[in-house]
């Protein structure tokens, strides 16, 4: 009897918090909105080192490193509204050794309901070769290993790991954002996606602290358009054959679901 | 007439308090006038005398190499404008050797492309690429904002040049470009000459003048005596790896192209080429007059019809030499203001 009333208690606060996802918008009203990539291979979670995996090539192999830039974060909301996040609150590392980076918190998000999701892998060309001063936090040529200083630009995408298939590591290094100039233009590998959640949305509100999550399969990164094969290429960084990576880890990120859990 | 001066005062008390807060650039580049105008945007990095001592003390400082024995300074010596007198390539850290020849340092301002390849295109972010190279400092940035921020002295010379004693990535590279943009070298004979200030050059020196106008100023313009363009001047490549613009750009039109160095101070920069292969500027002409190679990409204007390269006499390559000298800048070289001494 005293477990029913318990239920019942419970009942009750879900139900509340439930109504209120649909509650009046107040005038301002800001939340806070987080992105979740989770990095898996295939229907397996990624785990660095000892997990063992095979591409669509039979070629077994681990990943040691993956690193990759999310930037120019815009939401949609589902009556068709765009809010961009101010530039430069919207550069993040995903990191797969470090578990916070996996989640990107934006904050000051104006109360709506999000049901899509536009970004860029990578840094767009602007801040590639914009000043010094504005090359902060995780656009810092110190705080990461994310830089190309030889060939001043950002990689965008780093994959690193063993494979049997050549008896030593590969190295994935993907960036190129055009060129600096209309003499030294080159590929451009920053990719833009837009991700919709399907039936669902992301409830924005001061009470609401909803959080979107995403698959990111790096078996995707070789069994894409084009099949990347450790033993044909074990080493791709700036080179024309690393567009077809890029192509690849363009459609790598898939969306999960979204948890409206209220705010703590 | 009191009223006037009364104005006058006001005038000048504006004009001192117009950029309150923001500290007055205490330093000018000294642009000759014979130079074309300045690239480099010191409005996002006003020059002070604080920030050039302070970029003069990180070049000269071991501290940006990973034990410390190697500094900017070590690879671009003053005497020689800059650059590594003797050395063919330079050998960094662990005697490692790189694979060109360290360029001279000097008239930076003008300059938009930096490396033989034009791989950086912001002066700022020049210095990161031989701090982090394995062969020459390998250290990392963040090793060396840890380092310069537990440093007895380091802190008060940042609060010196920027206000507050931060130390930061941005901070580091502004210091080190305050010094390297005020490294102008624009006093030689010949500027003196050009600008009329009472210098006179030998009539073998004005022939070779004449010559390099005719024979090498396409590619040598100007009074920086470069286009800053890359091209390919003709040399030998057939067994080389280094494959120059190419590995920016990736075009093949671009493989084996380099920038178009300046003819200033040469006379104490040799060896020559990207690659330091020559060794005297004796070779460097007859390289042009007789070596000249038919590679794919070899710039038009050393191929006229079937004949490569330039046509020029012993006599001409003599007087091209002498007038060459004429744009060594001794007191550049000598300038106490940036040697390692003052640091």
Not at chain 1, 176 to 195: E, L, Q, R
Not at chain 1, 239 to 253: G, L
Not at chain 2, 295 to 307: I, S, T, Y
């Amino acid at each position: 009897m005293k477990n029913l009333y318990i239920y019942l208690v419970l009942l009750i606060i879900v139900a509340s918090s439930c109504s209120s996802n649909d509650s009046e918008i107040k005038p301002n009203e800001k939340g806070t909105l987080t992105l979740h990539f989770d990095n898996v291979v295939g229907d397996k979670d990624l785990t660095l080192t000892s997990g063992v995996y095979t591409n669509s090539s039979s070629e077994s192999f681990s990943v040691t490193t993956l690193k990759y830039f999310i930037s120019n974060i815009k939401l949609k909301t589902t009556d068709n509204k765009e809010f961009v996040v101010p530039q430069d609150s919207s550069y993040f590392l995903v990191d797969e050794s470090v578990e916070e980076s996996q989640d990107l918190l934006l904050k000051d998000i104006p109360a709506a309901d999000y049901n899509e999701v536009t970004f860029t892998i990578g840094v767009d060309s602007a801040r590639s070769v914009s000043d010094v001063s504005k090359r902060k936090g995780v656009l810092d040529p110190a705080e990461t290993d994310m830089y190309w200083s030889w060939n001043s630009g950002y990689i965008f995408f780093k994959m690193e790991g063993t494979s049997t298939a050549i008896d030593d590591s590969f190295y994935y290094h993907i960036g190129g954002y055009g060129g600096y100039s209309s003499d030294a233009k080159t590929f451009n590998n920053i990719k833009t996606i837009s991700i919709h959640f399907g039936g669902d949305k992301a409830t924005v509100r001061s009470t609401i602290e909803p959080e979107a999550h995403f698959y990111v399969d790096v078996l995707k990164v070789f069994n894409g358009e084009t099949t990347l094969s450790i033993k044909d290429h074990p080493m791709v960084m700036f080179s024309d054959y690393s567009v077809n990576i890029a192509t690849n880890y363009a459609s790598i990120i898939e969306y999960g679901h979204v948890h409206n859990d209220p705010k703590k | 007439m009191r009223i006037l001066k009364f104005i006058g005062c006001i005038i000048i008390a504006m004009l001192l308090t117009c950029c309150d807060g923001e500290p007055e650039p205490e330093m000018r580049i000294d642009a000759p006038v014979n130079f074309p105008s300045i690239t480099y945007n010191t409005q996002k990095n006003p020059v002070t005398t604080k920030g050039f001592e302070l970029g003069r003390s990180l070049f000269y400082d071991g501290i940006l190499s990973r034990d410390g024995t190697i500094s900017c300074g070590s690879c671009h010596q003053q005497g020689a404008a800059f650059s590594h007198r003797g050395h063919i390539v330079s050998h960094g850290i662990d005697d490692k050797l790189g694979t060109r020849n360290a360029p001279p340092i000097m008239n930076l301002a003008w300059q938009k492309y930096f490396l033989w390849d034009g791989g950086v295109h912001d002066l700022d972010l020049q210095p990161v690429a031989p701090i982090q190279n394995p062969v020459e400092m390998d250290e990392k940035l963040e090793r060396v904002l840890d380092k310069l921020r537990n440093h007895e002295s380091y802190p008060d010379k940042f609060d010196q040049a920027f206000g507050s004693n931060e130390i930061n990535t941005e901070r580091l590279l502004k210091a080190l470009s305050q010094f390297m943009v005020t490294l102008v070298s624009g006093n030689s004979r010949y500027d003196k000459y050009k600008r009329g200030e009472g210098e006179v050059l030998t009539s073998d020196e004005i022939e070779g003048l004449n010559l390099v106008q005719q024979k090498c100023a396409s590619c040598h313009s100007t009074d920086l005596f470069t286009d800053l363009s890359f091209r390919d001047n003709g040399l030998d490549e057939t067994t080389k790896t280094d494959y120059g613009r190419y590995a920016i750009t990736l075009k093949e039109t671009d493989r084996f192209k380099f920038k178009v160095p300046s003819l200033r101070n040469v006379e104490v920069t040799a060896p020559y080429m990207h690659d330091g292969r020559f060794r005297n500027l004796d070779m460097v002409l007859d390289h042009y007059a007789e070596g000249v190679h038919n590679n794919a990409n070899l710039d038009p204007l050393l191929k006229q019809g079937d004949v490569l390269g330039i046509s020029l006499t012993k006599d001409d390559k003599a007087r091209i030499i002498a007038f060459i000298k004429t744009l060594t800048d001794r007191q550049f070289l000598r300038d106490t203001r940036f040697s390692e001494a003052s640091k």
